[in-house]
């Protein structure tokens, strides 16, 4: 008999795809972004596994991600786990190309629905995002899902600190309740990257956020909406999912999904296929820290300048060298007489 008076599972879904061309050359298709060692050794998908374990209740952490990268995911876990000491099962469904959010996150809802039922909370975590307050980020998650048991699809909302033209927006309506506090605010739309007047008046209006593309929803209430807002995504999904059952690894917690099938599924995110048009679709501001690690730029600001304004990354020998970021990973580097540039040597 099931309890009901115990919290729904909550199962982080992380989704690791796409090569991050933005830092090439460390980021490429053989070893796209999740995987790049930041300068405290981690990777940024062994801390997002890591960030996924810290909330309340996580009954396991499901990876959806190219067949390629299994294995090294694999072991950016187990370091992780040994950090964490957790003994949190992970399962992966393993795509044999990709096929944008959307489809990911549907056969992810449909695997959680299986193992934890309709009422399991999935928390849908890019595995290239970087967030330092783990205590924030939990109680958060613990907003989004107590609105996600109530039937609300989520999306958290990152308070924009400048006119930023390279993210989406979420224009916020009226506070939701979730018991006897605000847990969040209605969505009202959904808005395209802005041109940079349209992003000053955005961060202005004080009611916009950017969509960090994070989630939280039952795999019920994700795959009810898919089936309302995007039918034939939802049917083909379905086939996918039939198609691949023959392939289920119990013991591993693995699902290899079928190139003949898989293939077939259009590449849509997320955002259009169903929160732009859903009805309920909630926002929880985050009052945690974030950043997307989406350019170079990003990647320098994780280092404390020196006395010259330089960030440097490795082993540099410099002379007369001002507010540049050098980057090394295999030998030591020289420069003289640079200004304001990058040097990435790999």
Same mark, same amino acid.
């Given at each position: 008999?099931?309890?009901?008076? +115990?919290?729904?599972?909550?199962?982080?879904?992380?989704?690791?795809?796409?090569?991050?061309?933005?830092?090439?050359?460390?980021?490429?298709?053989?070893?796209?972004?999740?995987?790049?060692?930041?300068?405290?050794?981690?990777?940024?998908?062994?801390?997002?596994?890591?960030? +996924?374990?810290?909330?309340?209740?996580?009954?396991?952490?499901?990876?959806?991600?190219?067949? =390629?990268?299994?294995?090294?995911?694999?072991?950016?876990?187990?370091?992780?786990?040994?950090?964490?000491?957790?003994?949190?099962?992970?399962?992966?469904?393993?795509?044999?190309?990709?096929?944008?959010?959307?489809?990911?996150?549907?056969?992810?809802?449909?695997?959680?629905?299986?193992?934890?039922?309709?009422?399991?909370?999935?928390?849908?975590?890019?595995?290239?995002?970087?967030?330092?307050?783990?205590?924030?980020?939990?109680?958060?998650?613990?907003?989004?899902?107590?609105?996600?048991?109530?039937?609300?699809?989520?999306?958290?909302?990152?308070?924009?600190?400048?006119?930023?033209?390279?993210?989406?927006?979420?224009?916020?309506?009226?506070?939701?309740?979730?018991?006897?506090?605000? +847990?969040?605010?209605?969505?009202?739309?959904?808005?395209?990257?802005?041109?940079?007047?349209? +992003?000053?008046?955005?961060?202005? =209006?004080?009611?916009?956020?950017?969509?960090?593309?994070?989630?939280?929803?039952?795999?019920?209430?994700?795959?009810?909406?898919?089936?309302?807002?995007?039918?034939?995504?939802?049917?083909?999904?379905?086939?996918?999912?039939?198609?691949?059952?023959?392939?289920?690894?119990?013991?591993?917690?693995?699902?290899?999904?079928?190139?003949?099938?898989?293939?077939?599924?259009?590449?849509?995110?997320?955002?259009?296929?169903?929160?732009?048009?859903?009805?309920?679709?909630?926002?929880?501001?985050?009052?945690?820290?974030?950043? =997307?690690?989406?350019?170079?730029?990003?990647?320098?600001?994780?280092?404390?300048?020196?006395?010259?304004?330089?960030?440097? =990354?490795?082993?540099?020998?410099?002379?007369?060298?001002?507010?540049?970021?050098?980057?090394?990973?295999?030998?030591?580097?020289?420069?003289?007489?640079?200004?304001?540039?990058?040097?990435?040597?790999?």
């Amino acid at each position: 008999m099931t309890d009901r008076t +115990a919290p729904a599972p909550l199962v982080p879904v992380i989704l690791s795809g796409g090569a991050g061309t933005r830092l090439w050359p460390i980021s490429r298709e053989s070893s796209p972004k999740p995987f790049i060692k930041l300068t405290d050794g981690q990777s940024l998908i062994e801390k997002t596994y890591a960030r +996924a374990l810290t909330p309340a209740s996580v009954a396991e952490v499901l990876t959806v991600t190219n067949r =390629d990268y299994y294995f090294r995911c694999k072991d950016e876990y187990d370091l992780a786990a040994k950090d964490t000491a957790s003994k949190v099962p992970a399962g992966f469904l393993l795509e044999p190309l990709g096929r944008n959010t959307a489809p990911a996150i549907a056969l992810a809802a449909l695997y959680v629905r299986r193992q934890h039922g309709p009422e399991g909370v999935m928390l849908v975590l890019p595995s290239d995002h970087l967030i330092a307050d783990l205590s924030g980020f939990s109680q958060d998650v613990a907003r989004a899902s107590s609105l996600a048991r109530a039937g609300w699809l989520v999306t958290f909302g990152i308070r924009p600190t400048s006119p930023e033209t390279g993210f989406g927006y979420l224009q916020a309506g009226a506070p939701i309740h979730a018991g006897d506090d605000s +847990a969040g605010l209605k969505a009202l739309r959904f808005v395209e990257k802005p041109n940079l007047e349209t +992003a000053q008046a955005y961060v202005a =209006d004080g009611h916009y956020y950017w969509n960090g593309g994070m989630f939280c929803f039952t795999a019920g209430a994700f795959l009810d909406a898919l089936a309302s807002t995007a039918p034939e995504l939802s049917q083909a999904v379905n086939v996918c999912w039939d198609a691949s059952q023959p392939a289920w690894d119990t013991e591993r917690r693995l699902l290899e999904l079928p190139m003949a099938a898989f293939s077939g599924l259009p590449d849509i995110s997320v955002d259009y296929a169903v929160m732009e048009k859903a009805e309920r679709v909630a926002i929880v501001p985050a009052r945690f820290d974030w950043n =997307d690690i989406g350019s170079w730029n990003s990647i320098a600001e994780l280092i404390p300048p020196d006395a010259h304004g330089n960030r440097i =990354d490795g082993d540099a020998v410099t002379h007369n060298v001002t507010n540049t970021y050098l980057h090394s990973e295999t030998r030591v580097i020289g420069a003289i007489g640079l200004n304001d540039l990058m040097v990435v040597d790999t």
